[in-house]
Nanobody, 120 residues
Framework: QVQLVESGGGLVQAGGSLRLSCAAS????????MDWYRQAPGKQRELVAT???????NYADSVKGRFTISRDNAKNTVDLQMNGLKPEDTAVYYC??????????????WGQGTQVTVSS
């Protein structure tokens, strides 16, 4: 069984910073990707930050220059450093990973979500 556990959400004023962390645990053979998504009230879940093939990073246009995704392959963790937060960044943030336990079959896993609230 694989679990993703997020931490680091909270309430912050506009212009402030937060750092989200996500740790994968359980029977893990290989992790194909670890990404961050978010879902604001009344909106669809959207991709915030991801690692492309070759290790480069991609970001939603709305967060470019403010958010930074980083990954520690040895610890099976992925972080999201969020600077210059805006009220429109308010959402539940989810960690996503594609993980193979055994047999080489990758399956999708989601964390439970962590609330980020940015006050104006």
């Amino acid at each position: 069984q694989v679990q993703l556990v997020e931490s680091g959400g909270g309430l912050v004023q506009a212009g402030g910073s937060l750092r989200l962390s996500c740790a994968a645990s359980g029977t893990i053979f290989k992790i194909e990707t670890m990404d961050w998504y978010r879902q604001a009230p009344g909106k669809q879940r959207e991709l915030v930050a991801t690692f492309a093939r070759g290790g480069s990073t991609n970001y939603a246009d709305s967060v470019k220059g403010r958010f930074t995704i980083s990954r520690d392959n040895a610890k099976n963790t992925v972080d999201l450093q969020m600077n210059g937060l805006k009220p429109e960044d308010t959402a539940v943030y989810y960690c996503y990973a594609a993980i193979a336990s055994v047999g080489g079959i990758f399956r999708p896993y989601w964390g439970q979500g962590t609330q980020v609230t940015v006050s104006s």
